[in-house]
């Protein structure tokens, strides 16, 4: 009995037909030359045996484990031997071989691509592994990777990319068999393209049916395709206008053979690309999602359609230079999703940097809930180009060493409550008019109120530079500690000194004019002037004091005390019918201390006038002349 290891090896070459295995074992039908006929009306590709896969010392093939036995397709050429020898019923195969294509695939022929004649039927396996024949016919194998609706401007475009199935200048339902067409007409060897790099230089470019120019590889295409461009930053350049960022251009320059690739039916690449001085690890997608490690170092991930990227722990980020993002959607962080305590947002700006927040046309909304928001900083400054609005349900608290507030236009502080601003000291300022208007003004000071008017002689609004009028009711001036600290003083003239009216400690009211006259005057009513236990002085050091009643009586009496008129020059007491004063004891005239009494004028006169002398020879009768005597009484002090 012949097989091998007892002097059977029987070793073949043959053309890959089915590769669906019920077995999941990586095993194909393989029409082998010399032991199976090409006319498959005689022999079926159904009918071939099953011919199992010798996988590389790599791969443990065993539970599971190890490197997947798939790799042919139809139309690949393998190369194998009989495990029975001579019977030729158990083909094991060993590997591949290239070549360069001579003739496209002749369809309902052996040793060629059958899928142009074969209805695939992809297997799946129940819950009892038995094999279930799905019935839908196998989707053909694409070869141009991706197509996106317009290239990539920085815009979205609003949808993913295209995945398409054709071959070349086919429709998207139509079978792309082996050997590519393109690989015929230009006598390329099976080598993938990327491992010939640029030693295949004019095979690099075409023009498809549809009139496209592209690369020949689908993956220079894609990314080509799909590259972005004039993506924007957030910061501006010098000019003002944004700085912008590209992805990086196409950096393949592989020459063969350092370039290392391993690239699937349907267009996905794997490069390792050893290229002196152009080295490079590459892993696409056909869709054009792909990572790149560049030969400078520059690593490159893109994704043409979403990304995510989920940790299960800890993440962790280091950027020893700058970071840009550019998004053109909307951008969520979440951050303690938990709700555990401890686990902040802290973002930290180092020294001599800025933490920078723009949005150009909408809004910046800072929600803290029933929590509060809070900014610590050196200086605050804010800039509005238009209205500032502030609204709370609660309190609004203002704590600062110096606030200062400006407004160029308006200011209005409105409350439906008590409004009030305290102080030390408290300076409210104003160019223009300043109005205070309510239904009750109170003010309360612990120490003094100061009101001064500092307009010039020119800037006097009116006949008075100060008016409190009431329209009904009283005003009152009240210094309660008047027998203490406190009086009330009305002054005019520099510093005070032309005219003064004091009501000072004890009680004491003083009206003193320097240099004008002191005028009371009631046009109907009376003027009470009441001390009830301190004197009342009324002086006028240089000028007169003139006390009249047009109507009625003018009155001075201290009823305790002593009444005292007194002048530098002169005082006249004037009467139009009759001057009288009354003295319960004496009337005296005199300079200082008025010591001389005035006497009883009529009473003296009368005495005089019946008055005699006494004579040698009696007494002597009365004066003759006595009439005379009497025009020398003053009506204005004696009266007639």
Known sequence: MSFLGKEGFVWWIGVVEDRFDPLYLGRCKVRILGWHTKDKAILPTKNLPWCSPIQ????????????????????????????????????MMLGTMGGIPQTIATLNQGFNDPRSDVEYIPLTLDETNTVIENKQELINVPRDPVYLPENYDGKDTGAKATILNRGEGGSNTEISTYPDARYVTRKEPTTPRLARGTKEATAHNTISSA????????????????RMTNIKRARGGSTGDDENFNEPSIQFQAIYPYNHVHQSESGHVIEIDDTPKQERLHWFHRSGTYVEMQNDGDYVTKSVGDTYNLTYHNSFEAVKNEKVSTISGGYELFVNERGVPGNDYYLKVGKQGNAIIEAQTGNILLNAGRNNIILNAGEIQ?????????????????????????????????????LSLKGTP????????????????????????????????LEVPSEYAKEINATFGKIKLESIDSAGTGGIELNTGLAG????????????VTLTSLLGNIETSADVGNITTTAVKGNIETTAELGDINIAATGGELTAEAKAKNVNIKAGVSVDVNGTQTVILKAGTGVYLGKDQATEPIILGKKFLENFTKHFHATGSGPSGPVENAGIYTQTLSKKVFGS
């Open 497 to 508: 000194k032309a005219s003064q009216m004091k009501f000072g400690l004890k009680g004491d």
């Open 426 to 457: 408290i300076n409210i300022s104003s160019e223009g008019t300043m109005t205070a208007t309510g239904q009750v003004f109170t003010q309360t000071f612990s120490d003094q109120s100061i009101e001064n008017l500092q307009s010039s002689l």
């Open 211 to 226: 009139g496209q120019f592209r690369p020949l590889d689908g993956s220079l295409y894609a990314k080509d395709l799909t």
């Open 56 to 91: 590389p010392i790599t791969s443990a093939a065993q539970t599971g484990v190890g490197i997947s036995p798939t790799g042919v397709v139809e139309g690949s050429w393998v190369f194998g031997f009989y495990r029975d020898g001579n019977e030729g019923q158990e083909p």
């Open 382 to 418: 804010t800039n509005f180009s238009k209205n500032v609005a502030t609204s709370t349900s609660e309190d609004y608290t203002i704590s600062s060493r110096n606030y200062f507030s400006t407004a160029t236009g308006n200011t209005e502080i409105s409350t439906d409550g008590k």
